[in-house]
């Protein structure tokens, strides 16, 4: 490079920043498929397409990590202050972030300056389910992506913040929106991909998975979660998901939810992309007889093609809105390689990733009602007098039978990720212990309605207690331990190679626990609740641990009495980063 050239690059960088630049990203798709074994970055949502959040870093472990501190905060600014669910990525000295409203930015690690932002355009008339949440982007090459509450997907140049290309998903009218992360895969046939599914499941749209390629978002191929719709690939029909109307009567399946509003994660062993599935809509289960595949069900799709490897229903003929959304965690069970997923219905599932099948289910939290157990194929013994009741056998026709569910729709355990350690071989799971009056009702379809069929109201099951972060071994199926929180858990959990487990509160608190016995090792109050995945990785040789802090979500809109119980909690809107300090004592 001629020496003006290198003039001209140091005072641009100057001007705009007003001093040093921290170089920026470039990432290959072998860094994302590496990124767990990778301690120095954080390139992917879940620390790894397999979706662990376990980082073998061990600088700051049980005898240290009282001594904890922040290093800086970063305030997320303006008047949009709502929940703040991201979860960051950090590559060569530069963190990235979404917020609320669909917003992105890029921040120095060592100083949490601000080095730029990008705020999303958003229309009148947008149609979020629960909070205008996001939950984090994905880096590939030199972009930044992620999905916006309008239903788009947004590459932002990783270096200026500036929209390098945008697609539509889907319409938000119709009630379309995007708050997962987006999920990148490697592929022989296209090229590295980037995988998307659809939020709007309250609203009868169909779930499906997506897949683009990352330099312009065109579309590669498309897969339907509900039985009945055609897939596509490379521009054409490509198959049907499953046989029409096998487990779906008349035409129910053409407005049948099973949203995949959480993402996905990606298993490099198998080669496999898992996609959770919602709800079926509407939620009165008595107008759709029948499985309603494949919604509130775990699906394995081939990258290359988009064609279904296997599935799993967790809650067939869904009547408790237990969407099958939760991440599937790929882990080494003795030997068989196996996945993990904690679902909204109370249940823990322990499947063999290579073919679905079943290899151990249990409760994971106290009191279910709707089940009495899974049978050996993994299948729900339901308690048929705890389904809400059919309204047309009601007096009026318009009400059915209220019946107490636990758990509540909120879920056993809902969009905060669990997280595994291949040390002690437990999950770590953020789990609620609540329940809820339901009734349904007569509901007919209306395009951008919310399409339910269902009243409810959550309430409390335990006195002292809603969340349990709780120790769960899949070889036995024991709770190992649980460390109760009165307000329900809605953050995520890391896991590190220094023994520890952490996770946030919405009454604020980040937490750091000892991961063999739950015993409170570390805590620090950020201002607001959180509802966010913490994460750590190494720079300049120190290990970092950040989360963001902002308390919101679906709790708050959607809790029913419980959401009385934490109406005292403020809104907020901060990156908090910690480390250990240099010590300052000179000793
Ligand atoms: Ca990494
Ligand atoms: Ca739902």
């Known amino acids: 490079m001629t020496s003006w050239k290198l003039l001209a690059t140091a005072s641009a960088c100057a001007l705009s920043l007003g001093l040093a630049s921290p170089s920026m990203a470039d990432v290959s798709i072998e860094d994302v498929v590496n990124d767990a074994k990778s301690a120095n970055d954080v390139l992917t949502s879940g620390l790894g397409g397999q979706g662990q959040r376990y980082s073998p870093l061990d600088a700051v472990n049980k005898d240290n990590v009282s001594g904890l501190a922040p290093a800086w905060a970063m305030s997320l600014g303006g008047e949009k202050m709502r929940g703040q669910q991201a979860q960051p990525l950090v590559k060569d000295g530069v963190m990235y972030i979404t917020g609320s409203y669909s917003r992105a930015w890029a921040i120095d690690v ?95 749209v169909i779930g499906r998975v997506e897949a683009r390629k990352v330099d312009n978002g065109e579309l590669v191929w498309s897969r339907p979660t509900i039985e009945g719709h055609m897939g596509t690939l490379n521009g054409k029909e490509s198959t049907m998901t499953g046989k029409k109307n096998e487990t779906w009567p008349g035409d129910l399946w053409k407005t049948g939810g099973g949203a995949t509003w959480l993402g996905g994660t990606y298993d490099d062993e198998t080669k496999l992309v898992f996609f959770g599935a919602g709800n079926p809509a509407p939620w009165n289960s008595h107008m759709r007889p029948g499985d309603n595949k494949w919604s509130c069900s775990r699906i394995a799709i081939d990258p290359e093609t988009g064609e279904i490897k296997w599935g799993f229903q967790t809650t067939p003929n869904d009547g408790w809105d237990f969407d099958g959304v939760n991440e599937v965690v790929s882990f080494d069970l003795d030997g068989t390689k196996a996945v993990a997923t904690a679902d909204r219905n109370g249940f823990f599932y322990v499947l063999n990733r290579e073919n679905g099948k079943f290899i151990r289910g249990f409760p994971f939290v106290e009191k279910i009602t709707w089940a009495k157990g899974l049978d050996e194929n993994g299948k729900p013994i339901y308690v048929p007098e705890n389904r809400p009741g059919n309204p047309a056998k009601s007096a009026d026709g318009k009400k059915g039978e209220n019946v107490f569910a636990v758990p509540s729709f909120l879920g056993g355990k809902n969009q905060q990720p669990m997280a595994y350690s291949p040390k002690t071989k437990l999950f770590y799971v953020p789990a609620n212990e609540w329940g809820m009056d339901i009734h349904n009702e007569p509901v007919t379809y209306k395009q951008g309605a919310a399409y339910l069929g269902a009243g409810f109201t959550i309430k409390t099951i335990f006195d002292d207690h809603i969340g349990a972060l709780k120790a769960v071994d899949p070889a036995t199926g024991k709770i190992v331990f649980q460390v109760n929180n009165k307000a329900p858990l809605w953050g995520g959990v890391l896991t590190t190679g220094g023994g520890l487990v952490f996770y946030g509160t919405p009454e604020g608190e980040l937490k750091a626990i000892d991961d063999t016995t739950g015993k409170e090792l570390w805590s620090f109050n950020t201002g607001s609740g959180i509802v966010a995945p913490p994460v750590t990785w190494e720079q300049d040789g120190e290990q970092m641990i950040s989360v963001l802090s902002g308390w919101g979500g679906a709790v708050p809109l959607w809790g029913g009495e419980v959401a009385k119980t934490v109406s005292n909690l403020n809104q907020g809107g901060m990156v908090w980063t910690f480390k250990l300090p240099k010590k300052v004592a000179g000793n």
């Not at 149609?127 to 949440?133: A, E, G, Q």
């Open 110 to 204: 060592k100083t949490g300056r601000e080095l730029w932002q990008y705020d999303h355009r958003l229309p009148e008339g947008i149609l979020p389910c629960c909070d205008v949440i996001n939950r984090g982007g994905a880096l590939i090459g030199d972009k930044f992506i992620f999905g916006t509450l309008d239903a788009k997907l947004v590459a932002l140049s990783a270096k200026t913040g500036k929209v390098v290309w945008t697609k539509e998903i889907d319409d938000y009218k119709a009630g379309y929106s995007y708050t997962a992360a987006p999920l990148i895969v490697p592929t022989k046939a296209h090229g590295p991909l980037l995988v998307t599914g659809v939020s709007g499941g309250e609203f009868g």
